[in-house]
């Protein structure tokens, strides 16, 4: 199983804009700096993020980006949806007649890490923005 890099940077930047936003707008560049992605990619990302509705650009001196609902409505597992993330344990897909192994069944391991891609999606499904800062804070106490 692998998460790439757009999924981890998505959640890690929109983090950082919840953390930081002080009530207003947050540029993009100050959460480049701050978290060491780049500017370019960044903006790829939130372009994604905002067609779907996650977060909504400020134009202007003062611009950037904030979020559209509060951080304790934005589940992670929407996060990896609106950049096109899928957390996947099996190379197989579920609907195909063929097995795992290219034979007519499945892999003698295909429930274990079915059932694994289950307890990991369930888990970015009872996850949000706000525990993240939240952890954060609590743990810098």
Not at 10 to 22: E, G, P, Q, S, T
Not at 82 to 104: I, L, P, R
């Amino acid at each position: 199983m692998k998460l790439t890099t757009k999924g981890r940077y998505a959640v890690m930047a929109l983090a950082d804009l919840a953390k930081f936003n002080n009530g207003g707008p947050v540029p993009l560049r100050d959460i480049s700096l701050r978290q060491g992605i780049s500017l370019l990619y960044l903006e790829q990302l939130f372009s994604k993020l905002k067609k779907n509705n996650i977060v909504q650009s400020i134009r202007g001196v003062s611009g950037g980006y904030i979020l559209t609902t509060k951080p304790d409505q934005i589940k992670l597992s929407n996060i990896f949806s609106a950049v096109h993330e899928e957390v996947k344990t099996v190379q197989c897909k579920k609907e195909s007649k063929k097995g795992c192994n290219g034979k007519s069944s499945k892999c003698i391991t295909h429930d274990l890490w079915d059932e694994l891609e289950k307890h990991i999606n369930n888990f970015f499904e009872q996850k949000n923005l706000k525990d993240l800062i939240t952890n954060i804070t609590d743990n810098r106490n």
